[in-house]
Structures are given as C-alpha cells and as structure tokens.
C-alpha cells in the first residue's frame, strides 16, 4: 500500500487542523493505520492508531482528548482531527498502515508515508 500525507500548514495555538492519508491498493482494509510525528531535533513517536475496522482507537497520552483518528474504507482514506493545538505538536506528521494496531503503536509499521509539516505559533 502507498500512502499520501497532506493537511499540514501553519496555525496559532489554540487552533484546529485536519490532516488526511490517501492510501492506494485494494488492500487498505487490511491494515491497520497511524499517525506518527517528528518534532525537530527528536525521535519519531506515536500519535494515534486505528483498527483495521475502524472500531478501535489509541492514543498518545499528550493527545488523548484532543485529536481523534478515523478512517474511511470507501475512499481508503484517514483523518486525523487535531484540535486545541499547541505548540509542542509542531513536527512532521506521517501516516504509516501496518498488520496490527500493535505494530503500529510500536513505530514498526510495514508502510510510511512521505509527511507532512504542522506548525504551531504560541
């Protein structure tokens, strides 16, 4: 599966953004998909991870009540809803799908998209 990550830009704290990933092949519903960050200056880490269903989600303690995860198996899309934006969340966001949510949280996913910017000014 190849993945596309858009959505990012530049925003003031206290904002909303939605970012979104285009996945291509027919076997989206397969996987299992996340979004994972890079601030500068430090490691990738976990945002969100979703089930292959839908049905489930997890999330990062620092964004739990603020973004939310979801997908859409029609237009093989996911959507990360990001609100009360602060600007610790400034990083590189990259979608990623892989074979479980488990290996997703883990930052082991088998596909990565290429990123996408998320500024926040304080």
């Known amino acids: 599966v190849q993945l596309q990550a858009f959505g990012g830009g530049l925003l003031q704290a206290g904002g909303f953004l939605r970012l979104s990933c285009a996945a291509s092949g027919r076997t989206f519903s397969s996987y299992a998909m996340g979004w994972s960050r890079q601030a500068p200056g430090k490691e990738r880490e976990f945002v969100a991870a979703i089930s292959r269903s839908g049905s489930s989600s997890f999330y990062a303690d620092s964004v739990q009540g603020r973004f939310t995860i979801s997908r859409d198996h029609a237009k093989k899309m996911v959507y990360l809803q990001m609100n009360s934006l602060k600007p610790e969340d400034t990083a590189v966001y990259y979608c990623?799908?892989?074979?479980?949510?488990?290996?997703?949280?883990?930052?082991?996913?088998?596909?990565w998209g290429q990123g996408t910017l998320v500024t926040v000014s304080s």
């Open positions: 990623a799908a892989g074979d479980a949510t488990s290996t997703v949280v883990a930052g082991n996913s088998d596909y």
